[in-house]
């Protein structure tokens, strides 16, 4: 089973569009749509207390975006053994739940992560980095020092 959690602070509008997405690009297995509210006003908790099918966590404070995470992954449903959590601007794609969720559940993988595009279809660099190695760390350090030692 799978968690869609998305984090909600003061966008009824994007949140509603975000779980039409999810709902229009529906993974193949049974999934639970929770959606976490950091402190929102009473007008904002509103349209989405509306929302049919959806969970909503009034955590009643907001404690920031991690805060908000966490608390996605704590009230997930205990048979969900992959938990996607998305910001409330997000567009799901046809496929892409099912992509992060087989990804998340590969032998030795405990995190997966989509990527980000802009809405010309560009890949969003901000969101489509190598995860750091020693080399790819000694790299950035060692780089801009001979560079440095050229210029001067």
Known sequence: MLTVAIINYETPDLTAN?????????????YELLIVDNGSTEETLVPLRALAGV???ETGVNGGFAVGVNRCVAEADAAADVIV?????????????????????APGVGLSAPVV?????AVQRSGHRRFPT???????????????????
């Open 85 to 105: 959590v998305l910001n409330s601007d997000t567009e799901v794609q046809p496929g892409a739940l099912d992509a992060l969720a087989a990804a998340a559940r």
């Open 134 to 152: 020693l080399w790819t760390i000694w790299m950035a350090l060692c780089i801009p020092l001979a560079y440095g030692q050229f210029l001067l």
């Open 117 to 121: 595009l802009d809405r010309d279809g």
């Open 55 to 57: 969970r909503l966590v």
């Open 18 to 30: 975000c779980v039409g997405s999810v709902r229009a690009a529906s993974p193949s297995e049974p």
